[in-house]
T-cell receptor
Framework: KAGVTQTPRYLIKTRGQQVTLSCSPI?????VSWYQQTPGQGLQFLFEYFSETQRNKGNFPGRFSGRQFSNSRSEMNVSTLELGDSALYLC????????????FGQGTRLTVV | GQQLNQSPQSMFIQEGEDVSMNCTSSSIFNTWLWYKQDPGEGPVLLIA?????ELTSNGRLTAQFGITRKDSFLNISASIPSDVGIYFCAGHNTDKLIFGTGTRLQVFP
């Protein structure tokens, strides 16, 4: 069974640009959560989608948004990028909502210059 | 954002030694999870705990769900070089996972 797939693995963007990251969950999993990981702040919850609906949202500005498609694949978008958005963005999939036993992808390393 | 207190922050041990780390919270959790993360990779789930007092093993790893439901412990026995990485605990309440601050483990031969 294939794991969680995140694309791209690495991304370099300049300030002010926007970026879209993609996540394909494990087959059969309907919940996708997104996390931002930085050395100083650790793993911070961004949002969770289940059956195409956002179920939970972390404490991030509105520049961070996401969506989920009918096949459970998810995308997250960051608009008007800032230097502080540089981080490893991780996607986790789980069977049900609430992200119990979440399985992570390898992440997308975003660098904003 | 909210994070769980995890200790120690880092450990430097010799191959063959046993390792203990713990995670504490001011909140009660229904599930505790332990993950290991290698550099540049996503966290990998090691052990999941669902009941207060539960003790679960996965090879050389043993984890316990604290009786108060506010803490959890992970032990690694007879460490080997590939145990190197960052270990995270995560607590799950009704709606999301909250992660610990991580314990960085270094193993020297």
């Amino acid at each position: 069974k294939a794991g969680v797939t995140q694309t791209p693995r690495y991304l370099i963007k300049t300030r002010g640009q926007q970026v879209t990251l993609s996540c394909s969950p494990i087959s059969g999993h309907r919940s996708v959560s997104w996390y931002q990981q930085t050395p100083g702040q650790g793993l911070q919850f961004l949002f969770e989608y289940f059956s195409e609906t956002q179920r939970n949202k972390g404490n991030f500005p509105g520049r961070f948004s996401g969506r989920q498609f009918s096949n459970s694949r998810s995308e997250m978008n960051v608009s008007t990028l800032e230097l502080g958005d540089s981080a490893l963005y991780l996607c986790a999939s789980s069977y049900g909502t609430g992200a119990t036993e979440a399985f992570f992808g390898q992440g997308t390393r975003l660098t904003v210059v | 954002g909210q994070q769980l207190n995890q200790s120690p922050q880092s450990m430097f041990i010799q191959e063959g030694e046993d390792v203990s780390m713990n995670c504490t919270s001011s909140s009660i959790f229904n599930t505790w999870l332990w993950y290991k993360q290698d550099p540049g990779e996503g966290p990998v789930l090691l052990i999941a705990l669902y009941k207060a007092g539960e003790l679960t093993s996965n090879g050389r790893l043993t984890a316990q769900f604290g009786i108060t439901r506010k803490d959890s412990f992970l032990n690694i026995s007879a460490s080997i070089p590939s145990d190197v990485g960052i270990y995270f605990c995560a607590g799950h309440n009704t709606d999301k996972l909250i992660f610990g601050t991580g314990t960085r483990l270094q193993v020297f031969p």
